[in-house]
């Protein structure tokens, strides 16, 4: 596990039973909670927390059987798995006036939570909010042909497993690699964390079933038009959607307004973090 005290304190807590989440929390001032995206964890926003720990109490979380946090091997891990977890975990440190920030199916899940709870949401970012997929890890597997080919696979069952089995630290940075337009190469820093927690027992199961509840997270749209709080919907220029899926979430959220980074990718608090903190902190 890799020394994450420069960034601030890190604890777990109890959700659902005897299940729990590991988190980040640093800072001080209202509450502003750090959503991840596919296949990754809390480390996912080293670059970007210090900044934000100056004007933010800041909350980073693993999402259930990522990171650290608990494995459950019978849990769905789809998006509402996910955002019942992120909801309870808001309601049992009672936190208000939140910010929520997330990316990929966590700038989903920071819409679908502000939905469900608006009385305690300040704000919205959603930054390429991972809500388009049209069959078994469809934004996954257009970063690159390895993506492709190895994504496809997940989805059939025995094969599916056999290939997860296989991952090393070179084919996962090169399927991540598909997500950065910026940098060349995933920090390695970061790559090497990924790979190590990708060998714990059962995180395999984690990372199949949270890409075979792909329908979940296009039907997550429904909810968009629940959202009360103000939204700031973000899109890296080669973020993997196109240009019509991007309208179709901004039309679902009351066709607010798109801000798109340049140079930028999928994985844009990785790509970008200057950029994003920049915009993070506007107004």
């Not at 789809?78 to 939140?98: G, H, M, S, T």
């Not at 990316?103 to 390429?128: C, F, H, M, Y």
């Not at 790559?191 to 997270?217: I, N």
């Amino acid at each position: 596990m890799q020394n994450l005290s420069h960034l601030g304190n890190v604890s777990e807590l109890k959700i659902n039973g005897n299940r729990t989440l590991r988190y980040l929390k640093t800072g001080n001032g209202a509450p502003l909670i750090l959503i991840h995206t596919i296949r990754t964890q809390l480390d996912y926003f080293e670059q970007v927390i210090p900044q934000l720990a100056k004007h933010f109490t800041v909350y980073a979380i693993d999402l259930p059987g990522h990171g650290y946090s608990s494995i459950d091997t019978k849990a769905s891990y789809d998006e509402p798995y996910f955002r019942n977890a992120v909801i309870e975990f808001i309601e049992k440190l009672d936190l208000k006036e939140v910010t929520l920030i997330g990316e990929s199916i966590g700038g989903v899940l920071a819409l679908t939570v502000a939905s469900q709870i608006p009385s305690r949401i300040k704000k919205v970012i959603s930054s390429n909010p991972y809500d388009y997929d049209r069959k078994y890890g469809d934004g996954v597997r257009r970063g690159n042909f390895l993506a492709n080919f190895v994504i496809s696979q997940f989805a059939i069952q025995y094969v599916g497993a056999a290939v997860a089995a296989m991952e090393n630290i070179l084919f996962l940075g090169i399927i991540l690699k598909g997500g950065l337009k910026n940098k060349r190469w995933m920090p390695s820093k970061l790559l090497m964390e990924l790979d190590r927690v990708g060998r714990r027992k059962g995180y395999r199961h984690v990372e199949r079933s949270t890409f075979a509840g792909w329908q979940s997270w296009s039907k997550a749209q429904s909810l968009y038009s629940e959202v009360k709080a103000p939204v700031k919907l973000i899109y890296g220029q080669h973020d993997w959607s196109t240009v019509a899926e991007r309208k179709k979430t901004a039309k679902q959220l009351g066709g607010i307004s798109i801000s798109t980074v340049t140079n930028t990718g999928h994985f844009a608090f990785v790509d970008n973090p200057e950029k994003m903190t920049e915009i993070l902190l506007e107004n």
